[in-house]
């Protein structure tokens, strides 16, 4: 990570990035909803414009979700300072810029966020290969499959300077005149005394720059075509009203059907990995030593069927069937019963985000951009997979992670 030290000791100078994310970011979600609308509809529009002799946009779908969710992220993250080439679909309207300067601005931020793009993949990727590299070749390994750190240095190179900018009238203007951006709050909640430097500032913002894709709920749209029409219409039953705000939270279908598709295809087969920092006796008499790895073999977990009828089934709506179950419970016993599921649990019997404070501290964030591609594709496009036989991911080490190969074609919907 370009030089940028990760302390090796839970609870170091992290409270306040957590912060940042879990409360701030989570609590700004609803202002943010609008302008996250239309850069997932501007992309797709963009993304899906090249339509084949069939009639249909054909896309190799993770490498398109993972473009879109980036320029998703950047606005979040960054706000509009390095990100104008994605917004230039509502911004101009707003701001006259000149040829010349957006022709610009246009070229300094593909630069910037393809190195957002890259930049997570090649930690991964990297770091899953050190895990196999003898100590004193790692030094090289990591120069070679980072290609020099060129993503890193890139996002320095941009973030510097606004950090740098930002560090100097911190504290100096009110709430309503500071930018509201995750790196605007990751600076708010770095420590005031003995402050870290701008390029250890831009090290923690790099360090929780890691995104996440909905290609396998795209993928389960167009391989279980019999839930698109039921998703479409709790869609549109609960947002018929025009220009009122649209709540995610009420579609308890669609949430059930992504949390489905995750159940069935998530993407690493163990979590919550913690490190031994003393020996330990469990309760059943097994044991670990100090310096052991302990961890949640979540992949299990999801095909077991003690916890799960017919694991091996795809139900989308198997979450919503027993929330409705637990409530009818509830009512006839007036007893409280098990709390409704949810996507964004971090539970012991869901521990796909983590747990307890260790949890994912932007699954909310997470939750709703996927929600919102979900929507826009049901409500907008027709789609399905190329050829549905051919295998959609692969395994590496722990991880299961989709093939970029795949193919999905996309019409628009004639309504």
């Not at 810029?97 to 930690?123: D, W, Y």
């Not at 009122?244 to 990995?273: G, H, M, W, Y």
């Amino acid at each position: 990570m370009y030089g940028f030290e990760w302390q090796d000791q839970r609870g170091i100078e992290g409270t306040g990035f957590v912060r940042a994310l879990r409360s701030l970011l989570t609590s700004h979600l609803p202002k943010f909803q609008p302008d996250l609308e239309r850069i997932v509809k501007s992309s797709l529009q963009t993304g899906l414009s090249d339509v084949q002799p069939d009639g249909f946009a054909h896309v190799r779908i993770f490498p398109f979700m993972k473009t879109l969710i980036t320029r998703v992220n950047c606005f979040i993250f960054f706000g509009e300072e390095l990100c104008m080439i994605f917004l230039d679909f509502f911004i101009i309207d707003k701001k006259r810029i000149c040829g010349l300067t957006k022709h610009m601005r246009i070229a300094q931020n593909t630069e910037f966020t393809s190195a957002a793009l890259e930049f997570p993949q090649t930690v991964v990727f990297t770091a899953e290969l050190l895990r196999t590299t003898p100590e004193f070749m790692r030094p090289m390994i990591a120069s070679i499959a980072t290609n020099r750190h060129k993503a890193a240095k890139t996002l320095y190179r941009y973030l510097v300077p606004i950090v740098k900018e930002r560090l100097a009238i911190r504290g100096l203007q009110s709430k309503e005149m500071a930018p509201t951006d995750c790196m605007q709050w990751l600076i708010d909640t770095s420590p005031r005394k003995n402050p870290w430097t701008p390029a250890r500032m831009v090290g923690e913002i790099m360090a929780v720059w890691f995104g996440s894709t909905s290609t396998y709920a795209i993928q389960d749209l167009c391989l279980h075509p019999e839930y698109v029409e039921p998703l479409r219409i709790e869609i549109r039953d609960c947002f018929h009203v025009k220009n009122s705000p649209r709540d995610v939270e009420s579609l308890p279908l669609l949430d059930s059907f992504i949390k489905e598709s995750v159940r069935s295809s998530n993407s690493d087969a163990i979590t919550c990995r913690r490190k031994a920092l003393v020996s330990y006796t469990f309760q059943d008499g097994s044991s670990i030593k100090k310096g052991d790895w302990a961890c949640i073999p979540q992949r299990a977990m999801m095909q077991d069927s003690t916890r799960y009828r017919d694991p091996q089934t795809f139900d989308g709506f198997r979450f919503a069937h027993d929330n409705a179950q637990h409530q009818q419970h509830k009512q006839s016993t007036e007893i409280p019963g098990q709390k409704e599921s949810k996507f964004t649990d971090a539970t012991l019997d869901w521990p796909i985000w983590g747990l307890g404070n260790a949890a994912c501290p932007g699954r909310f964030y997470a939750s709703l951009v996927t929600k919102l591609i979900l929507i826009r594709i049901l409500e907008d496009w027709e789609c399905k997979i190329l050829d549905p036989e051919a295998p959609r991911s692969m395994t590496w080490r722990s991880s299961i992670v989709p093939r970029s190969s795949t193919i999905i074609m996309f019409r628009k919907r004639h309504i």
